[in-house]
C-alpha cells in the first residue's frame, strides 16, 4: 500500500487483511506508501478503507476494467483511464496479466482517517484522489530520508503556521508520482506471489516499482536533457 506519509499521525490501514484476501496499501511520500502517502514503513493500526471488493476471476487475462468514482470534495483525481492503459501497456503482457480491476476511488470521511495514494487488493489497484490543489499538510517537520524522497519526484516540504508542514507538488511531479510509483508499486503487490510478511512485500513492491518505474522516469528526463542540448548545440553551429 502507497500511504500518505506518516507525518500525519493517523492510523495506517494494514497492508495484510486475511490470507486469501491481501490489501496492500502504498505509501505517500511518506512517500510512498497517503500508498505510504511518500514513505515506506510498516502499515499499522486496525483500520482498513472501505473498499469494494473484486472477487478475481482469471478469466480475460490482460484485459482489465477501469472503474471511475467521483474524487469527493475538494480532492482530484490526478491520472485518467487513457493515462493508466497507455503507461501498463508499455509494461511486459506478463506484468499485466493478472491485474483484473483499476479503480479510482472516493476520497470520504472516512478514508482521511488514514489516507492512501494507492491500495492493492486481490487483483484490484485502487488509486485515491488528492488535495484539488496538490498541498497535503502534515502536523510535525519530515525526516531527512523524506525530504530525499520528495526531491526525488519533485516535490517540495515547506514550513506552515502553528509547526505544520506542507508537501507541495506541481502537476508534472504529482502525475509522475503516480504514474511511475503509486500505479507501477501497487501492480508489483499483486506480482508478489512469494512473500507474505509484511516487510518483505513492501521490498519487494519497492523495488518493483523503482525498476520499471521511477528509472524509467528519471532516463526519459535525462534522454529529454540530452535532447535539448543536442539542440541547442545544433543551433549554435548553425550560427
Not at 65 to 76: E, L, S, T, W
Not at 185 to 195: A, F, K, Q, V, Y
Request: with cysteine; glycine share 6%; aromatic share 10%.
Amino acid at each position: 500500500m502507497l500511504r500518505r506519509t506518516e507525518l500525519s499521525q493517523k492510523q495506517l490501514a494494514p497492508t495484510k487483511v486475511r490470507a486469501e484476501a491481501r490489501a496492500t496499501a502504498s505509501r505517500r511520500v511518506v512517500m510512498a506508501g497517503k500508498g505510504m502517502r511518500i514513505s515506506g514503513g510498516t502499515p499499522r493500526g486496525p483500520y482498513l478503507p472501505p473498499e469494494n471488493w473484486y472477487e478475481p476471476s482469471e478469466q480475460g487475462r490482460g484485459h482489465y476494467a477501469v472503474v471511475h468514482q467521483p474524487a469527493g470534495k475538494g480532492f482530484r483525481h490526478i491520472l485518467t483511464e487513457e493515462e493508466v492503459r497507455n503507461r501498463l501497456a508499455e509494461l511486459p503482457r506478463w506484468m499485466v496479466e493478472p491485474l483484473e480491476v483499476v479503480q479510482f476511488s472516493q476520497m470520504t470521511r472516512k478514508k482521511r482517517i488514514a489516507p492512501c495514494y494507492g491500495m492493492q487488493w486481490g487483483a484490484t489497484i485502487y488509486l485515491y484522489p488528492i488535495e484539488e490543489n496538490l498541498v497535503e499538510t502534515f502536523r510535525q517537520p519530515p525526516k531527512p530520508n523524506q525530504k530525499i524522497e520528495a526531491r526525488m519526484f519533485g516535490a517540495r516540504w515547506e514550513p506552515a503556521s502553528r509547526g505544520h508542514w506542507k508537501l507541495i507538488w506541481s502537476p508534472e511531479a504529482i502525475r509522475d508520482f503516480y504514474l511511475n510509483n503509486v500505479l507501477i508499486h501497487e501492480l508489483g503487490h499483486i506480482l508478489d506471489t512469494r512473500n507474505s510478511r509484511t516487510v518483505d512485500r513492501e521490498r519487494f513492491a519497492e523495488w518493483f516499482a523503482i525498476e520499471n518505474g521511477y528509472k524509467r522516469s528519471q532516463r526519459q528526463d535525462l534522454a529529454l536533457l540530452a535532447e535539448r542540448k543536442y539542440v541547442r548545440r545544433r543551433h549554435h553551429k548553425a550560427k
